[in-house]
């Protein structure tokens, strides 16, 4: 009996004890994990996004929109103001000799009607004027002989001198009356020769009522109207003579058309390196470098309202390196201008660069709960990342946003 009593409370003991020893550790729990988030729900910084500050290299681009055209190119101009009745469709690779447009051409065949009478008059009138001219040559020819005669009479005393005054005086009005109808008759051939000029224009036109390719290439309508209303050419316009029509460019060379902003003026330089990416052909990355930037700023035109805006940007001409059949004029680009490179750079990103309230350049480093406003050098940024020259290391966290405590 007593033994049994003993195992009993020997059972009973250890029970407890381990209860005991379950309720310590399950209250040391709780209070670390009530320490653990009073310390954190105190930290009021503890909600703001951190980055690492990291060593690597480092491409410094300037990213602005762009478009493909030809290096080179024909310019196919209207040779009359007909109407176009036909175009070869744009896109179309076309060979030297191809029909490329074709206008309407009955007005021209009564503009050369009317050309042909009008030279007909003028050369009646050149034939009348000839005529005339040499009439009046027989009759300055008689006017002088006669004078020559009345001389000789009134030497030998068988004319008055007032018979040969008066003879004078008739050859100088036929001579004065020759002069104006030689005038008149090289008047009346420069009209002849004015007339058949435009009978040959017109006749040319009349010609010329269908464009052929000079060469081989690729057909790209031309643009007209003002920049915030540009319409590509069409069948059924009437064209101004030499208006541009379309273009057949040489796509063995191409460029790319962007600007940049005037602040980024300083940093593009000719012959720096480029990335070229297509809208149409996003997987790939095509290759080329500034070939020029314009010396003169514009007013930078939005596509959004498609109008001119008030900031000033400059023309910059990319030579694309790349000869691919895929680079055709038009299409839409993305080009990224590369104006430096830093090799095993510190960097951060832009989100993590302030300026305090003393105009100091400042990043925020996160040591444990403890915020430290610290002083930074930075070189060159581009749209995601700046480089720091000094004032972090590498593996320290700088806050995305200003702290609400330091």
Known sequence: MSTFMKSVSDLWNGSRRRQFILAIVAGVALVLFLGNS???SDD?????????????????????????RAEKQVTISAINDKQILWLAPEGKWVHKGDTLVVFESEKYVIARSEAEAALAVEKSRLTQALNDYQAQKAQEEAARKKLENLKKLAAQGFAVQS???????????????????????????ANVTRAERALRQQERKLRQ???????DGLVVYALYGSEENAKKIEVGMVPFEGMDLMYLPDISTMLVDTEISEVDLSRV????????????????????????????????????????????????????????????PGLTATVDIIVDEYKDALYVPIEAVFIDEMDETVCYVKNGHRIETRKVILGESNDRVVVVLDGLSEGEHVLLDLPKAL
């Open 163 to 189: 018979e040969v005054d008066q003879a004078q005086l008739a050859l100088l009005e036929m001579e004065s009356k020759t002069r104006s109808l030689r005038a008149a008759v090289d008047a009346a051939r």
């Open 209 to 215: 009522g269908v464009i052929l390719a000079p060469r």
């Open 44 to 68: 009021p910084n503890s909600e703001i996004p951190t980055a690492k500050v990291k060593r690597g290299d480092v491409v410094i681009k300037i990213t602005e929109p762009g478009e493909l």
């Open 38 to 40: 009073l310390l954190f």
């Open 269 to 328: 330089k000719p012959g720096q390196p480029v990335l070229i990416h297509l809208d149409a052909y996003p997987d790939t990355v095509f290759h080329g470098k500034v070939k020029k930037v314009a010396d003169l700023a514009k007013r930078k035109f939005s596509r959004v309202t498609g109008k001119l805006t008030g900031a000033k940007v400059f023309d910059v001409t990319v030579k694309v390196l790349d000869q691919d059949v895929r680079l055709k």
